[in-house]
């Protein structure tokens, strides 16, 4: 059975900092690539960052570029956002997501091209 179980999330005053942690298990493909969706009330699901399996290569959005920074612990399975300097704009369900195809990693990112999601972990940020 595969899981996929986000934590991390929280409520913070802008400017602060939360680090969301997705550890994954029970996925029988190679999950090339890995990645963050957030969606916040009453708006679409939109890809936030990704990382490639192999070579770990990353990318943001615009919206989030030089705030978050995506990781991966291949020994724990584990991927992670470092999210900085966060502003109310971020207020959002956070899900972390898995890709059997590398090219998902690049944009625009789809959530159709994901194949397994976790339940989400709530982010708010304060003014």
């Known amino acids: 059975q595969v899981q996929l179980v986000e934590s991390g999330g929280g409520s913070v005053q802008a400017g602060g900092s939360l680090r969301l942690s997705c550890p994954v298990s029970?996925?029988?493909?190679?999950?090339?690539?890995m990645g963050w969706f957030r969606q916040a009330l009453g708006r679409e699901r939109e890809g936030v960052a990704t990382?490639?399996?192999?070579?770990?290569?990353?990318y943001y959005a615009e919206s989030v570029l030089g705030r978050f920074t995506i990781s991966h612990d291949n020994a724990k399975n584990t991927v992670y956002l470092q999210m900085d300097s966060l502003k109310p704009e971020d207020t959002a369900m956070y899900y972390c997501?898995?890709?059997?195809?590398?090219?998902?990693?690049?944009?625009?990112?789809?959530?159709?091209?994901?194949?397994?999601w976790g339940q989400g972990t709530q982010v708010t940020v304060s003014s």
């Open positions: 997501a898995t890709a059997r195809a590398a090219w998902a990693c690049a944009p625009p990112l789809r959530s159709g091209d994901y194949t397994d």
């Open positions: 029970g996925v029988t493909y190679s999950s090339n690539c």
């Open positions: 990382i490639t399996a192999v070579g770990g290569l990353t």
